[in-house]
């Protein structure tokens, strides 16, 4: 069993910065592959990026160039970097990860971008 916490999210003018950070515990020695997520309101849960155990990274399209993920392995964090950001971005973020054979999901937190 994987647990994650996510923290981070808030409220953001368009063109600022927010850092989310998901937290696991637990089964974390297994964890192979890390990721985010996101979910606007009455849209689907759509990729954001990705980051394995070998360091391989990778990013939706309209995130790349604003968008980090990084990884923190002493403290079995994954961190989310967001820059440059958009009203588009608003959604809930959540952290997504797989240990083994099984995928598990963080609570979300909200991301809201606007003036």
């Known amino acids: 069993q994987v647990q994650l916490v996510e923290s981070g999210g808030g409220l953001v003018q368009p063109g600022g910065s927010l850092r989310l950070s998901c937290a696991a515990s637990?089964?974390?020695?297994?964890?192979?592959?890390m990721r985010w997520y996101r979910q606007a309101p009455e849209q689907q849960r759509e990729f954001v990026a990705i980051?394995?155990?070998?360091?391989?990274?990778n990013y939706l399209d309209s995130v790349k160039g604003r968008f980090t993920i990084s990884k923190d392995n002493p403290k079995n964090t994954v961190a989310l970097q967001m820059n440059s950001l958009k009203p588009e971005d608003t959604a809930v973020y959540f952290c997504?990860?797989?240990?083994?054979?099984?995928?598990?999901w963080g609570q979300g937190t909200q991301v809201t971008v606007s003036s």
């Open positions: 997504n990860v797989v240990a083994g054979t099984l995928s598990y």
């Open positions: 637990g089964s974390i020695f297994s964890i192979s592959v």
């Open positions: 980051i394995t155990s070998a360091g391989y990274t």
